[in-house]
Structure formats: C-alpha cells, structure tokens
C-alpha cells in the first residue's frame, strides 16, 4: 500500500474537459491508445479494440466523452502514469 503522499493538482475531467489541443499535447509522440480507457462503454461498444480509431478521432472522441480516457491520468514533468500503479508511483522523483 501507498504510504507516501503525493501533492497533486486535481482536475475534474466530466467538469473542465480536456480541449482536443490538450489532449494532442498530452499524448505527443506516445501512442494514443495507451489513454483509452478499455473499460469505457464506448469503446466496447465501437469494438475499438478489434477496430481502434485514428489518432485524430481518438482525440475528439477523448474531447466529447472524458470518461473514454484512462484514468486517473498523473502527470509528472513529461512523465505520464496511467490508472492506479503502485509502483510507478514510488518511481516517481521526489
């Protein structure tokens, strides 16, 4: 269990979307895929797993529906943790 605590800005993705400019910036070079959210009904729903989107309609997708982003989304410096991973957090510089 996570004992250390991480001083964080929190950001209420349903409230204050994320805009297609920041979203393009946030993935830049990583591969896009890694920010869906697997577990979302849309993403079942399109079978984006068989049939992934592009990298452009991924981003409006994630814009128009936040709960299509994997979450909770840490950003660290360039770093960027996807979901609750223990570990990866106790990597993170201090």
Do not use: C, V, W
Request: glycine residues 4%; charged residues 35%; proline residues 5%.
């Amino acid at each position: 269990m996570l004992d250390e605590k991480i001083a964080f800005d929190s950001r209420d993705l349903d409230k204050q979307r994320l805009t297609e400019a920041e979203l393009d910036q946030l993935i830049g070079e990583s591969d896009f895929k890694l920010f869906l959210n697997t577990r979302n009904e849309l993403f079942r729903k399109r079978n984006m797993k068989l049939h992934p989107p592009s990298r452009a309609e991924a981003i409006k997708l994630m814009a128009k529906e936040p709960n299509l982003i994997r979450r909770p989304l840490l950003i660290r410096g360039s770093q960027i943790l996807f979901g609750f991973d223990e570990a990866a957090y106790r990597k993170l510089p201090k």
